[in-house]
């Protein structure tokens, strides 16, 4: 009879896998007469195995030597269920000599699972491994031994090696600076000097003035290199090189595990003459290249996407020619690249610092985007020609804030991320140094303001740089 024919017979209903749970004959004749995927199938469907299960342990051992991997990783799975360390003489052999990784994760993860001392000397031969995956999984059964000094003794060694997830998990564990992420920053709020401030100057200036770690949240579009007025770079190298000393500076003042967001896109720098091809400088790809060296951990890429109609049409001599090569698509994109201060902390820790009601008003309610891909048309601006739409700095703001925090933009332009910011309860620090934004701020602000009012509030305050060391003095003496 074939397998096909058998398996037809045998419907796996929950009280057939019931049946199989206890009767070792039904179970053996099931393993006998089926074919891979049902027996896939079953085994996923095992549930709760202990030792009134114990007569199918010598079977799904030797479903440990099934020519599919799929059996090997459901079989091993099953039997570290039992989470008994009197199977480890069976498993052993079965560990190092496996070809596929899964296999071998899986059966480090049962023997994991006894958390018996009995298999330390095993989980550290495994440590060898070539795949990090596997070496992962035997530190994780080790570290149940963490406060036991020859265990941590033996993953030591790890803190060096190669792979970034392994040394992550375990230099924390050998620092002794280590702090627990149970520990609170109490002064969650920001300082008031800093509050709803707009400064006009040079960023780099004024990000000197600003104390560390008084930021929760930075969203900002750069200048787009030479491709806008104004900003006027000698190269592209000088550019990413002010880009680098400006990100370097936000890390300073951001607070431990909270927020950078990045909104830039590749630009197109005119040709010189019709003899020369004009140049794209790729600016999202060359900031990422530093951003890690600086601290900023990459979360995620949020693509922002415009209509069609909104964006120079760069197709129309394709439309004419159409000869490969000389492809030119739209660019309906921009990126907004998500970034977090580097921490061992956990965003619970960060969470952990507000209280229930700030918590409770900062839900986000539903209709959020569910995608990496925001939809938003873009705005413009009879003074500034590349304001943020506030709809974008709402979203921003509500999925990467609390109520209360201070919002910052190093870019202000016309102050958008501030008008937003106290839309949403939120405070702003903006910098600015075209006199005119610095004005057209002045007008937008104090109005969006004084609408938003709230007694919680300063209201906002625009200053230079030195009036702005004067905020900070009389904040340090008061
Ligand atoms: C792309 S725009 C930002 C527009 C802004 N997101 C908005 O919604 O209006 C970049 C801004 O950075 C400003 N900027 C350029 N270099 C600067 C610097 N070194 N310090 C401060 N601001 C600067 C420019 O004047 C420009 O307004």
Redesign the pocket.
Known sequence: MSNQTNNKKFKIDEQSILDLKVDQSKFISFIRSSDEKTLVSLLSRLGRLNSSNQNLVPHLIELLRHRSVSVRVAAAHNLGKFGDDSLLPALAPFVMPDQSTDVRREIVSAIGRMRSLLAVELLTDVLQDEDPKVILQAIRGLLVFKKNPEVMQVLRPLTTHPNEEIKRILLPMFDVTNRNNTEVRKDVAPASFMTNVVVK????QTLKEVPDEEVHLTF?????YNARD??IYRSYGEYLEFLKEVFEGVHRVTREGRFLIVNTSPVIVARFSRSHASRRYPIPFDIHAFMASIGWEYIDDIIWLKPEASVKNRNAGFLQHRKPLGYKPNTVTEMLMVYRKKTDRLIDWNMKQYDESTIEQSLIPDGFETSNVWKIDPKF?KI?S???PVELCEKVISYYSFKGDLVF?????????GKAALGLGRVFFL????EQ?FDLMRTSLSVENKLFDNSAYKPARFVGIDEFKRLRLGNAEG
Do not use: I, R
């Open positions: 100057g040079d960023v780099l900002t579009s750069p200048p787009y104004y900003s601006n500034h590349a304001v943020f933009d190093p870019f202000a332009g016309s102050g958008t991320l910098t600015e140094m075209n934004y």
